[in-house]
C-alpha cells in the first residue's frame, strides 16, 4: 500500500509569484484535503476535494484553488504569494463512505518559503 | 463551530517518566471523532488514534494510552515510561458533522535522556 506522497519538498518563490504543489493520495482513497500549517501551529483546514470537486472550504482567500484528477491526486495552486502565505503545507488523503470521511493520512508536506 | 484546545504549549520530561497531555474540545454535533497525531521534526503528521462520540472506552496501546470523558469534553493521551523518540508535537483534532478536521494548537514533548 502507496502512503501518501506531495512534491516538491520544499519551494522558495518571492512575493507575486504562482505556486503549484502536488499531492498523490494513499490507494484505495477517494478525497484529498488540504492545511497550511505555520510555524508553531496547527494546521489550518483550506479545502478538500471529493471526485474531482471541491467538498469544503476553509477561511482561504480565492488565490488559493486546487484541482483533483481523476486518480484522485491534487493540485494546490497560489497566486500572488505573500509572504504570510510561508508556511508547511500538508495534503491528507481519505475515505468517504456514506458521506462521511474516514481517518486522514497525511503526506510529509511541501514546506514554502516567501521572500 | 468546531474548537480543540491543547492547554500545554510545551512539556518536558526525563527519560521514563510517565506524561499527559490534555485535549479539550467544543462541538454541537452529535456525533463526532476526535484523534491524536504525532509531528515529528520531519514534518509529516503522524495518525495515532481515532475515537468516536459513542465509544466512551479507554484504549491502550503499548505505551500509549487514551482517557475519553464525554462529560468533561476531554480526550487526554498518556504515554508511560516515555522515551527519548517520543519528543515531537502532538495535536489533537476533531471531526464533527462536516468533514474536516480542526486541529489543536499542538504540545510539543521534549523527552531528554
Redesign the interface.
Known amino acids: 500500500e502507496t502512503g501518501v506522497t506531495q512534491s516538491p519538498t520544499h519551494l522558495i518563490k518571492t512575493r507575486g509569484q504562482q505556486v503549484t504543489l502536488r499531492c498523490s493520495s494513499q490507494s484505495g482513497h477517494n ?1 484529498v ?1 488540504w ?1 497550511q500549517q505555520a510555524l ?6 483550506i479545502f ?1 476535494y471529493y471526485r474531482e470537486e471541491e ?2 472550504r ?1 477561511n482561504f482567500p480565492p488565490r488559493f484553488s486546487g484541482l483533483q484528477f481523476p486518480n484522485y491526486s491534487s493540485e494546490l495552486n497560489v497566486n500572488a504569494l505573500e509572504l504570510d502565505d510561508s508556511a ?1 503545507y ?1 495534503c ?1 488523503s481519505s475515505l ?1 463512505r456514506g ?3 474516514d ?7 511541501t ?1 514554502l518559503t516567501v521572500l | 463551530a468546531q474548537k ?1 484546545t491543547q492547554a500545554q504549549t510545551e512539556i518536558s520530561v526525563v527519560e521514563k517518566e510517565d506524561v499527559t497531555l490534555d485535549c479539550v474540545y467544543e462541538t454541537r454535533d452529535t456525533t463526532y471523532y476526535l ?1 491524536w ?1 504525532k509531528q515529528p521534526p ?6 495515532l488514534i ?1 475515537r468516536n462520540s459513542f465509544d466512551e472506552q479507554n484504549e491502550i496501546s503499548g505505551r500509549y494510552s487514551w482517557n475519553f470523558q464525554k462529560s468533561t469534553s476531554s480526550f487526554n493521551f498518556t504515554i508511560t515510561a516515555s522515551q527519548v523518540v517520543d519528543s515531537a508535537v502532538y ?1 489533537c ?1 476533531l ?1 464533527g458533522g ?9 504540545t510539543m514533548l521534549l523527552v531528554s535522556p
Request: proline residues 4%.
Open positions: 478525497t484535503s492545511y508553531g501551529q496547527g494546521p489550518q483546514f478538500q467538498n469544503g476553509g508547511l500538508l491528507a468517504m458521506g462521511r470521511v481517518t486522514q493520512y497525511f503526506g510529509p508536506g514546506r | 480543540v484523534f497525531y520531519s514534518g509529516e503528521l503522524v495518525f481515532r495535536f483534532a471531526i462536516y468533514s474536516t478536521l480542526t486541529f489543536g494548537k499542538g
